[in-house]
T-cell receptor, first 115, second 112 residues
């Protein structure tokens, strides 16, 4: 079991640049979640997918953020243009069964720094 | 909106001793799940224990156990025989018909 795989592990970019974070969920899991972690706000849900379909994106901060899941084994979170306040650790998680209260399996996160 | 509150930002415990981390939550739902996750310095989020609200029996996983008080909306985590490897951030989380909502975490340090 390879677990949830996120890339890159660290990303440093300049304000205004486009950033793309990637996630490969555990094979067979049909729910995928993107969370953001900051010291001030803790872990916040950004968006989640069931069977590749976005179900709730109400946590996406603004139009600069977008997420896609073109197939069951890949998802991206894109920020365009990036701003310093986007600096955070971004986690991808997946779960089995399609129920939102199933245990989440997290990736190692991507630490994003926007200067 | 559902909220999860962890009132202890930081705690410390001597190795081999027992420590209890507090968590309270607010919900009007009757069926839900509660979780404790551990985040060591490696940043990985690791599931420690899970409790189903309709089960009265408290969940246990080896040295980890919970005290679930549904009426009080309280869900504390007890770590017995603390080990140095238990040093981490611990997050309490709630989930009903929505994805997990997390508390702000408690930083636990185990001291040799």
């Amino acid at each position: 079991d390879a677990g949830v795989i996120q890339s890159p592990r660290h990303e440093v970019t300049e304000m205004g640049q486009e950033v793309t974070l990637r996630c490969k969920p555990i094979s067979g899991h049909n729910s995928l979640f993107w969370y953001r972690q900051t010291m001030m706000r803790g872990l916040e849900l950004l968006i989640y997918f069931n069977n590749n379909v976005p179900i709730d994106d109400s946590g996406m901060p603004e139009d600069r953020f977008s997420a896609k899941m073109p197939n069951a084994s890949f998802s991206t979170l894109k920020i365009q243009p990036s701003e310093p306040r986007d600096s955070a650790v971004y986690f991808c998680a997946s779960s089995l069964g399609g129920q939102v209260n199933s245990p989440l399996h997290f990736g190692n996160g991507t630490r994003l720094t926007v200067t | 909106a559902q909220t999860v509150t962890q009132s202890q930002p930081e705690m410390s415990v001597q190795e081999a001793e027992t420590v209890t981390l507090s968590c309270t939550y607010d919900t009007s739902e009757n069926n839900y799940y509660l979780f404790w996750y551990k985040q060591p310095p490696s940043r990985q989020m690791i599931l420690v224990i899970r409790q189903e609200a309709y089960k009265q029996q408290n969940a246990t996983e080896n040295r980890f156990s919970v005290n679930f008080q549904k009426a009080a909306k309280s869900f504390s985590l007890k770590i017995s025989d603390s080990q140095l490897g238990d040093t981490a951030m611990y997050f309490c989380a709630w989930s009903g018909n929505t994805p997990l909502v997390f508390g702000k975490g408690t930083r636990l340090s185990v001291i040799a």
